[in-house]
């Protein structure tokens, strides 16, 4: 008799439904990432969620886990709240470069030199999606967006921030790489930070960050393949990717 | 019980930790930073939760965050500080979930100063951030008041899956006097079944004050309407005082209240019939029973430390059938009773003649 295996199907921790995002959107590709490793670490039934605002705003439709939705910026403090009460608990603020990177960078800084023991997936594409495209604290220099109509001029509008070195440079930070999904090398590589970042907090060795380069293809006015190609031409040389705080320990994880 | 001299600020410390509060989260400020430190030293002593946040937006977010997980939680800030708060008060009342604020005011506006002052009445009563929304809160004016009030606090936000906020000035917070404190409480929770504790044998829970669609909002405003009617009907809590015969209806609350009382006292001594009126919940505001004691005198006083803001809801009471006259010190200037006593002379001749 014929028996079937499963050899692929939808993460459990994925709801089955279709998303808001744009086609090419890679938020579709770390939603479903995060919905594996919660799946492979078996954390369902113990993980809390924070949106934040920005495109993924209705990410608590798409991951089947508790969530709340935080203020622009403070998801990290939310989470700082939330995981000190049920310090049990697996808890991950996913957020994009202006909820992270300008509004939201204090309590960012804070809550990784406090060494918090939650995750934070950040979605970095250089731009503002979810409001239509203006500039983000990490956006190119001569970037066209729609609030640098002429392109970024780093005299007027200063630099980009680079978030990886910057929480790298604070003891409390256990965790900080760099990783992007534009092939499936890449996602792999992703998904296996995702896994060591959500470990690294079920260890109790502090704060953990996956920045992830990511695509807009709307408001970059691309393809989503052109998309892919200028995060790699454009994007990775501003933000290589790499491990840029990994504490002792980590890789025994 | 136990009778002991405390510090407002300390006895707030340990009156929400008498009540079961399982965290605190709060930054410094002047004049409650003493709340701050009298929790550093006991919560982790109990195994409770503390964090020095790195701002006020950061504790209160934290204070989202904690009552999320269906904790009893607290923050504690003063006017800038409460000021900082407000979008995330706005969320917390949306999402329903219940915590705890005490707003320890001082002179305003801007930096202003650290001397107590009541002009954040308006912000605290009418919804200082956006939104239809209100928040219970309560107004003590001695020490074993704002021990009395934190406790009810937190039993409110539970009843109500609100926030619920104590406004006590600097005066309070800084002075020390004789308290009953409670008995160390496992408080009765009620049901938290929505509280965000990990997806385990239930579907997921989503707490948000996102509801895209009109229409969705609108549900959620009409049900936050109906509590906030509940709330006006069943929790106002006033106080009075010599008001069986008093021609002079004297309405302040908190500090000015006390003061009030002591120049009704005297003013009683010169035979004039001064009474004093005393609201101990701000929000919901005893309009009726103002409006009925009102109704009986000749005439209505207002006391605050502001340019009077509390004015407002008394003309709304009492419909203006009455003449008010209204005494206020602004800037962190607190009236003595021979100030008050003045003006209750002055509305006493008016009357005469």
């Known amino acids: 008799m014929l028996q079937e295996k499963v050899v692929f199907q939808k993460p459990h921790a994925l709801h089955d439904t279709t998303t808001h995002y744009c086609p090419g959107c890679i938020h579709g590709i770390v939603h479903r990432l995060v919905a594996e490793v919660i799946d492979e670490l078996d954390v369902r039934d113990r993980t809390?969620?924070?949106a934040p605002v920005g495109c993924s705003v209705l990410a608590y439709n798409y991951i089947d886990v508790d969530f709340a939705e935080a203020a622009h910026g403070r998801a990290t403090a939310m989470a700082t709240g939330l995981k000190r009460v049920q310090p049990g608990h697996v808890v991950f603020t996913y957020q994009g470069d202006g909820d992270l990177a300008a509004i939201g960078t204090n309590e960012l800084i804070h809550a990784a030199t406090r060494g918090e023991q939650f995750t934070t997936i950040f979605i970095n594409n250089a731009i503002y999606g979810m409001t239509g495209g203006q500039m983000a604290p990490t956006t190119l220099p001569g970037q066209v967006t729609s609030s640098t109509p002429y392109g970024r001029d780093v005299h007027q509008a200063g630099y980009p921030v680079r978030v990886c070195e910057l929480i790298s440079t604070l003891t409390g930070t256990a965790y900080a790489v760099r990783r992007t999904a534009t092939n499936p090398k890449e996602?792999?590589?992703?998904?296996?930070?995702i896994t060591t970042a959500f470990k690294v907090q079920m260890a109790g060795m502090g704060y953990s960050l996956v920045?992830?380069?990511s695509n807009c293809p709307t408001n970059w006015g691309m393809t989503p393949i052109e998309s892919l190609k200028w995060i790699e031409a454009s994007l990775i040389p501003y933000y290589p990717l790499g491990d840029y705080k990994v504490i002792e320990g980590v890789s025994r994880l | 019980m136990s009778t002991v001299l405390m510090k407002g600020?300390?006895?707030?410390?340990?009156?929400?930790?008498?009540?079961?509060?399982?965290?605190?989260f709060g930054y410094p400020i002047t004049p409650q930073t003493e709340v701050l430190e009298y929790m550093s030293k006991r919560m982790p002593k109990l195994g409770r939760v503390f964090v020095q946040a790195e701002s006020e937006l950061g504790a209160i977010n934290m204070v989202y965050g904690a009552a999320c997980a269906g904790e009893r939680v607290m923050t504690s800030t003063s006017s800038p500080g409460f000021s900082l708060m407000q979008e995330t008060v706005s969320y917390i009342a949306c999402s329903m979930v219940p915590a705890v604020l005490v707003n320890i005011t001082r002179g305003g506006p801007g930096l202003g100063n650290i001397q107590p002052a009541q002009s954040d009445y308006f912000q605290m009563t009418k919804g200082g951030g956006h939104g239809d929304y209100r928040a219970i809160t309560l107004a003590p004016a001695t020490i074993q008041e704002v021990v009395d009030h934190v406790v009810l606090a937190f039993e409110l936000a539970d009843k109500y899956r609100q926030l619920v906020m104590v406004m006590a000035d600097g005066m309070i917070g800084q002075m020390m006097e004789p308290v009953e404190l409670p008995e160390m409480a496992e408080p009765q929770r009620p049901d938290l079944s929505w509280a965000l504790t990990?997806?385990?044998d239930r579907p997921k829970n989503v707490v948000t004050s996102l509801f895209l669609g009109a229409a969705n909002l609108e549900k959620i405003n009409l049900q936050l309407q109906e509590l906030y009617k509940e709330i006006e009907a069943n929790e106002v809590r006033y106080e009075e005082?010599?008001?069986?015969?008093?021609?002079i209806v004297i309405v302040a609350y908190g500090t000015a209240g006390r003061i009030v009382q002591t120049a009704v006292k005297h003013a009683r001594e010169m035979g004039i019939k001064a009474g004093l009126f005393r609201p101990v919940t701000v929000y919901p505001f005893p309009y009726a029973q103002l409006n009925e004691v009102a109704s009986r005198a000749k005439q209505v006083m207002v006391v605050e430390m502001s340019a009077g803001q509390m004015l407002e809801d008394v003309r709304l009471a009492t419909r203006d059938a009455k003449p008010i006259r209204f005494f206020g010190k602004l800037g962190g200037v607190v009236p003595l009773p021979e100030d008050v006593l003045q003006e209750i002379k002055a509305v006493a001749n008016q009357a005469a003649t």
């Not at chain 1, 996602?187 to 930070?193: D, Q, V, Y």
């Open chain 2, 9 to 24: 600020n300390e006895a707030i410390g340990e009156a929400a930790i008498r009540a079961g509060c399982k965290a605190y």
């Open chain 1, 48 to 50: 809390i969620g924070i």
């Open chain 2, 241 to 247: 005082y010599m008001l069986e015969d008093a021609d």
């Open chain 2, 198 to 200: 990990g997806a385990k």
């Open chain 1, 187 to 193: 996602i792999r590589r992703l998904k296996k930070a």
């Open chain 1, 211 to 213: 920045e992830v380069i």
